[in-house]
């Protein structure tokens, strides 16, 4: 005689009642390519830290026997869509929600609770009239790709490169042939409308970024003796201190790594002015992170630039207590511009992998017709990546 399994119960995540539990949880999930290394999450005592900043979001949580067992979180916004060029559209503003933070407790995996959680969220992107939803994963990440892809008709869409660079005790050179200045609030969102408003995944509100407390500023570099207005060589990036929001922390890593980094501190302290061994900072203990975003250049120098830009970023994290890397994300097709941007291979993941599906087509033909269009279409601008996402 057979029995019906318990069924989880999924509803919206309750700071008085959750947020201890949500917390216990993440500390308990990795995150990051699992096959090298167990990255964990501390969010401050503020669970829902990584969507609050959006314009609309939500985050459900999923109990089985009064035991919290997941929590999945989304946010909504409008952003640029690139059109394939048979539309004679071109660029255009959609409706997306993006899904992030799937965590489902590991005694409690292969029970059908992700795919509670995610069937979910997405009716709220439904009944918010959201055009499109999508998702960031590991490309080595099988079981992701395996429920988004495979059971809920997810298409990948984009393969951008995390570029994760550590910051060092040492200062990174500037050549004193570029000039770096600070732009205001609205100089940098004048820029970004005017230049990359059309770039993939560009967002409406891109003022409320720049406004946001997180955002520490805007630069752009220009070859000195020049100015911004005439020069036809210049480079811009804002920087997003998440370190402001959650905290990582390394759980595991391959003997090698670790010895490499016990080592590389020990030679870095004891003889400073032996250069040939990067050192490695401590990634055991809690730590943050600056997120480059939005970069953009223009003209025959614009590569010289942006690594001046890079450099200039690396020595204002120095500064800050707790900042141990530098993230920024680039289109896959953006191989001149990733060559420019210091990072390292072993830190680094050459491949992200971005899913998409389409929420308002019903007809399945004719939804798939879309979709493929729409994903086989090259990129004609860069990829904004969002900084409230990351």
């Known amino acids: 005689m057979g029995f019906n399994k318990p069924r989880p119960i999924i509803r919206s995540y309750d700071k008085r009642v959750d947020r201890a539990r949500v917390e216990d949880l993440e500390r ?9 290394i167990f990255l964990f999450t ?3 005592g503020d669970p829902i830290c990584r969507i609050r900043n959006s314009p609309m979001y939500k985050m459900l949580v999923a109990e089985l026997d009064k035991e919290l067992v ?3 979180q989304g946010s909504i916004k409008v952003v640029t869509i690139n059109k394939p060029p048979k539309d004679n559209i071109g660029a255009a503003g959609a409706k997306v929600g993006y899904i992030l933070g799937l965590r489902v407790a590991p005694h409690q995996r292969r029970k059908g609770i992700g795919s ?3 069937r979910e969220l997405e009716e709220w992107f439904v009944a918010n009239d959201v055009d499109y939803s999508y998702m960031a994963t590991e490309k080595d990440n099988k079981a992701s790709v395996k429920l988004f892809v495979e059971k809920f008709g997810y298409n990948k869409f984009r393969t951008p490169a995390i570029l994760v660079n ?6 990174s050179h500037i050549s004193s042939n570029v000039e770096i200045s600070k732009l205001k609030v609205e100089e940098a969102e004048s820029l970004y409308r005017k230049f990359m408003s059309s770039a993939e995944f560009f967002p409406k509100d891109i003022n409320d970024i720049l406004r946001n407390k997180l955002s520490l500023g805007t630069w752009v570099a220009y070859p000195r003796g020049e100015s911004l207005g005439s020069t036809r060589s210049w480079a811009m990036v804002s920087v997003w201190n998440t370190g402001g929001l959650f905290k990582l922390w390394l759980g595991k890593a391959p003997l090698s790594c670790l010895i490499y980094t016990k080592s590389s501190r020990l030679i870095s302290r004891l003889l400073p002015c032996f250069k040939l061994v990067p050192c490695i900072p401590d990634f055991f203990n809690p730590f943050g992170f600056y ?3 939005g970069v953009h250049s223009e003209g025959p120098l614009s590569g010289k630039l942006v690594r001046s830009l890079c450099h200039f970023v690396h020595n204002m994290a120095i ?6 890397v530098i993230v920024t994300e680039v289109g896959g097709h953006e191989f001149g511009l990733r060559h420019h941007i210091p990072h390292w291979k072993l830190l680094s993941c050459p491949e992200d992998l971005w899913c998409i599906k389409a929420l308002k087509i019903k007809d399945h033909e ?3 017709k879309a979709l493929f269009q729409l994903t086989k279409t090259p990129p004609s601008k860069p990829l904004f990546v969002d900084p409230r996402e990351v």
């Open 28 to 36: 308990r999930c990795e995150v990051g390519p699992t096959e090298r």
């Open 42 to 44: 501390d969010t401050m």
């Open 70 to 72: 997941g929590v999945i």
């Open 116 to 118: 509670s959680l995610v």
């Open 166 to 171: 550590p910051v060092q005790n040492r200062a």
């Open 291 to 293: 997120f480059m975003y």
């Open 319 to 324: 500064e800050s207590k707790d900042c141990k």
């Open 366 to 368: 004719e939804r798939n």
